[in-house]
C-alpha cells in the first residue's frame, strides 16, 4: 500500500485542500494519504521556512519519519509544493514511487513572465494592500480560480485559516526566494504526471509543457480550471492520477 503525501504551495497550509483528499480517497480507497505541512505554514507557522526547496524537501521526509509514515511514497505537489516533491525525488527516487505535479513551475525551464504572469502581478499587489482577511481571500480566490463564481463558504475558511494561522511576512519572502532560486533536474527522477489549468491566471500553462517536455512525462491540461486544479475540479484531477496510475 502507497502513502500519499500531499503538498500545498506557497504560504498555503494543509487546510487549504478543502474537500480533495476526500475525492482522492475515493479513487484510492486503499492509499494512505498524509497532508504534510510546510515548515512556516499552518501548524508550524512559528517555524523559519527554509531558505531552499531541498531544505523544505528534508523537512517533511523527517516529518513522515516521525509519523512512522515508510515509503514508497506517491508525492502530490501543487505550486511551490510540486517543486518540493521534485527535490525530493531528486535526491531520494528510492522511496518516491511517482510524482503529481500540479500547476508547476522550474526555474531554467520557462522564463519568469510564464512563471508569474504579468496580468497577475498588480492582482498579487492588492492582496498585499488589503487589509482584512476576507478581502485578502477573495482576491486570492480570484486570481487561482477559474470558477464563475466565488464560493462564500471557501472564502469565510481562508478567511478564518489566515487569521488562526498568519504566515509572517518574513516566512512569505523565505519561500518566494526559494521558489525563485530552485532549479529541478533535467530528467524526470521517477515517474511523473503533470497537471494544469487551461485558464491558470497567475501561472501559465506552457510552464507545465515546459515540464512534460524537459522529463518526457505525460500532461493534461483541463479546459476550464485554473491554477488551484483541486479547488476548481478535484474529482478531475483524481480521476486523472486514476487513469494514469498502474
Known amino acids: 500500500m502507497s502513502t500519499w ?18 475525492q482522492l480517497r475515493a479513487a484510492f480507497p486503499e492509499a494512505r494519504l498524509l497532508a504534510v505541512e510546510l515548515p512556516g505554514n499552518g501548524q508550524l507557522n512559528g517555524l523559519a521556512s527554509p531558505m531552499s526547496i531541498p531544505g523544505m524537501a528534508a523537512f517533511c521526509r523527517k516529518e513522515l519519519e516521525r509519523m512512522g509514515a515508510a515509503p514508497p511514497f506517491v508525492l502530490l505537489g501543487m505550486s511551490m509544493g510540486a517543486m518540493v516533491a521534485a527535490a525530493w525525488a ?13 500547476s508547476a513551475s522550474f526555474g531554467a525551464f520557462s522564463p519568469l513572465h510564464h512563471r508569474l504572469r504579468p496580468r497577475a502581478w498588480p492582482a498579487l499587489l492588492r492582496i498585499l494592500l488589503d487589509s482584512s482577511a476576507e478581502g485578502r481571500e477573495l482576491r486570492v480566490f480570484r486570481l487561482t480560480s477559474a470558477l464563475p463564481e466565488a464560493d462564500p463558504q471557501v472564502i469565510a475558511q481562508w478567511a478564518d485559516i489566515r487569521r ?17 532560486a ?6 524526470a527522477p521517477v515517474p511523473t504526471l503533470a497537471l494544469a489549468g487551461a485558464r491558470d491566471r497567475l501561472v501559465d500553462a506552457r510552464c507545465s509543457r515546459a515540464i512534460a517536455d524537459r522529463w518526457h512525462c505525460p ?15 478535484g474529482a ?11
Open 90 to 102: 531528486e535526491r531520494h527516487p528510492e522511496e518516491v514511487a511517482a510524482c503529481v505535479l500540479i
Open 219 to 233: 500532461l493534461v491540461i483541463h479546459p476550464e480550471a485554473g491554477h488551484d486544479l483541486p479547488l476548481d475540479d
Open 164 to 180: 488562526s494561522r498568519p504566515v509572517g511576512p518574513r516566512n512569505a519572502l523565505r519561500q518566494l526566494l526559494a521558489a525563485a
Open 182 to 187: 530552485y532549479r529541478a533536474p533535467p530528467g
Open 5 to 22: 503525501v500531499l503538498l500545498r504551495g506557497l504560504t498555503r497550509e494543509t487546510r487549504h485542500w478543502g474537500r480533495f483528499p476526500e
Open 236 to 246: 478531475w484531477v483524481a480521476g486523472q492520477i486514476r487513469a494514469w496510475l498502474p
